[in-house]
């Protein structure tokens, strides 16, 4: 259990989560949308979508709660204790901390191009490297200084994508938007999957950050107010955006604003607070794969995510990504089989709750089956001529859920007993 000091508020999870969707992968998915659909049909799209995710953050957010676990501890029950230390574990720590380290490379030739506009000459290698190093402190030092990042940066970022929005939308701009028509379409269903996918993981590690609020009701406010405002805020800025700028890049949409400084700030602040999530929940999940001992916890997230941002800023991780896509695509089905055990088998009651310490065969297989299904549409993008399917990570999910309280049913309950017998 969580010592009191590490108790925190609704408002600042609620803060946290708000700092990792106003994002540049945000504005990105706006312009995306807005190339296949008008705009109020991206805003339902991110309505539905994000809305899907926020029931997932709460299931497993206050699985975490009740505990006072990390998601990877919470999942000792069903994958068992070595299942979820040597599977999941090591799937969020991959995950985590690759895109960690590619995403401080995207910072850091960002900056390096900014600079490159007075005539100041820093290598990618070096820029990659400092502002990994910058993210990597502010996940080391835990939730309370993540919460006080989000405190500082949050607001900055607000005031300047409500600005950007203001200018985009004046002189006609509005009147453009609404009236817009895609040259191609996007399919409704295709685009709440495209959102889903976008913060999936989110919805997964949501038990690491919600273990240290004390109540049901806290969990469930901070991600309703912590994604939904904000998620659908940057859609529809990348969306206008892309309207109006063609390009839902903030850097570029500021230098057309003649304001490429407040550009690069607002990008590295929206990397930065989504990326200190990446660290800290990858830090965890090192932890958990090799049993750190509390007081080595801040060496271990330390190396792991430095390692993370060496391999990105020296380029190699970059062909890594096809593999950091398809195990991205294998978590969201973790929570279909700890959603089914806790809420549905168990009734939510915490009391019910144990930890199986060999490998749990039923919830590594029920996972296994709803993840490879997660996995194939991305798998086949690998083969252009192979038949390509539509990425349902909420497919995934359900098979997963499904598959295991069908065999709980039928085979597990004896199961279960011997193994409280043990």
Same mark, same amino acid.
């Given at each position: 259990?969580?010592?009191?000091?590490?108790?925190?508020?609704?408002?600042?999870?609620?803060?946290?989560?708000?700092?990792?969707?106003?994002?540049?992968?945000?504005?990105?998915?706006?312009?995306?949308?807005?190339?296949?659909?008008?705009? @109020?049909?991206?805003?339902?799209?991110?309505?539905?979508?994000?809305?899907?995710?926020?029931?997932?953050?709460?299931?497993?957010?206050?699985?975490?709660?009740?505990?006072?676990?990390?998601?990877?501890?919470?999942?000792?029950?069903?994958?068992?204790?070595?299942?979820?230390?040597?599977?999941?574990?090591?799937?969020?720590?991959?995950?985590?901390?690759? @895109?960690?380290?590619?995403?401080?490379?995207?910072?850091?030739?960002?900056?390096?191009?900014?600079?490159?506009?007075?005539?100041?000459?820093?290598?990618?290698?070096?820029?990659?490297?400092?502002?990994?190093?910058?993210?990597?402190?502010?996940?080391?030092?835990?939730?309370?200084?993540?919460?006080?990042?989000?405190?500082?940066?949050?607001?900055?970022?607000?005031?300047?994508?409500?600005?950007?929005?203001?200018?985009?939308?004046?002189?006609?701009?509005?009147?453009?938007?609404?009236?817009?028509?895609?040259?191609?379409?996007?399919?409704?269903?295709?685009?709440?999957?495209?959102?889903?996918?976008? %913060?999936?993981?989110?919805?997964?590690?949501?038990?690491?950050?919600?273990?240290?609020?004390?109540?049901?009701?806290?969990?469930?406010?901070?991600?309703?107010?912590?994604?939904?405002?904000?998620?659908?805020?940057?859609?529809?800025?990348?969306?206008?955006?892309?309207?109006?700028?063609?390009?839902?890049?903030?850097?570029?949409?500021?230098?057309?604003?003649?304001?490429?400084?407040?550009?690069?700030?607002?990008?590295?602040?929206?990397?930065?607070?989504?990326?200190?999530?990446?660290?800290?929940?990858?830090?965890?999940?090192?932890?958990?794969?090799?049993?750190?001992?509390?007081?080595?916890?801040?060496?271990?997230?330390?190396?792991?995510?430095?390692?993370?941002? +060496?391999?990105?800023?020296?380029?190699?991780?970059?062909? %890594?990504?096809? +593999?950091?896509?398809?195990?991205?695509?294998?978590?969201?089905?973790?929570?279909?089989?700890?959603?089914?055990?806790?809420?549905?088998?168990?009734?939510?009651?915490?009391?019910?709750?144990?930890?199986?310490?060999?490998?749990? @065969?039923?919830?590594?297989?029920?996972?296994?089956?709803?993840?490879?299904?997660?996995?194939?549409?991305?798998?086949?993008?690998?083969?252009?001529?192979?038949?390509?399917?539509?990425?349902?990570?909420? +497919?995934?999910?359900?098979?997963?859920?499904?598959?295991?309280?069908?065999?709980?049913?039928?085979?597990?309950?004896?199961?279960?007993?011997?193994?409280?017998?043990?």
């Amino acid at each position: 259990m969580q010592d009191n000091k590490e108790e925190q508020t609704w408002q600042s999870l609620a803060f946290i989560w708000i700092g990792s969707m106003i994002s540049v992968p945000g504005l990105l998915l706006g312009g995306t949308l807005i190339a296949g659909m008008s705009f @109020w049909r991206a805003i339902l799209t991110a309505l539905v979508g994000y809305g899907v995710i926020v029931i997932g953050m709460i299931f497993q957010g206050i699985q975490s709660s009740d505990l006072r676990k990390p998601t990877v501890q919470v999942a000792s029950q069903v994958f068992g204790e070595q299942g979820a230390q040597k599977i999941i574990a090591i799937i969020l720590a991959i995950s985590c901390l690759g @895109w960690f380290g590619l995403q401080a490379n995207v910072a850091g030739v960002a900056f390096s191009q900014f600079l490159a506009l007075y005539d100041i000459g820093l290598p990618v290698w070096i820029s990659s490297l400092f502002w990994g190093i910058v993210m990597l402190l502010s996940a080391i030092f835990g939730i309370k200084l993540l919460s006080w990042l989000n405190y500082i940066a949050v607001p900055f970022l607000l005031v300047v994508i409500l600005y950007a929005i203001v200018i985009s939308v004046t002189g006609g701009g509005w009147t453009a938007i609404v009236n817009y028509q895609p040259e191609t379409h996007m399919p409704f269903l295709t685009g709440v999957s495209v959102t889903i996918g976008s %913060f999936a993981l989110g919805a997964i590690i949501a038990g690491d950050y919600s273990q240290y609020v004390r109540k049901r009701s806290g969990v469930a406010k901070a991600s309703i107010i912590g994604v939904l405002p904000a998620g659908i805020l940057m859609i529809a800025a990348g969306a206008i955006f892309g309207v109006t700028s063609e390009t839902a890049d903030i850097i570029s949409v500021f230098t057309q604003l003649g304001l490429p400084v407040i550009g690069v700030i607002a990008m590295l602040l929206a990397t930065w607070t989504t990326n200190a999530v990446n660290a800290f929940s990858g830090g965890i999940a090192i932890v958990n794969v090799f049993n750190v001992a509390k007081e080595k916890q801040t060496i271990a997230v330390a190396a792991a995510g430095g390692m993370g941002t +060496i391999l990105a800023a020296i380029g190699i991780l970059d062909y %890594f990504v096809p +593999i950091m896509n398809v195990l991205s695509a294998m978590i969201p089905p973790v929570a279909g089989v700890m959603i089914a055990s806790y809420w549905i088998i168990q009734k939510g009651d915490p009391a019910s709750w144990y930890k199986i310490f060999k490998i749990h @065969w039923l919830g590594v297989i029920s996972w296994f089956i709803g993840a490879s299904v997660a996995a194939l549409p991305v798998i086949l993008e690998f083969f252009p001529n192979a038949p390509q399917l539509l990425n349902q990570p909420l +497919i995934g999910v359900v098979i997963s859920f499904v598959i295991y309280y069908v065999g709980y049913q039928f085979i597990e309950k004896k199961a279960v007993k011997r193994n409280l017998d043990d």
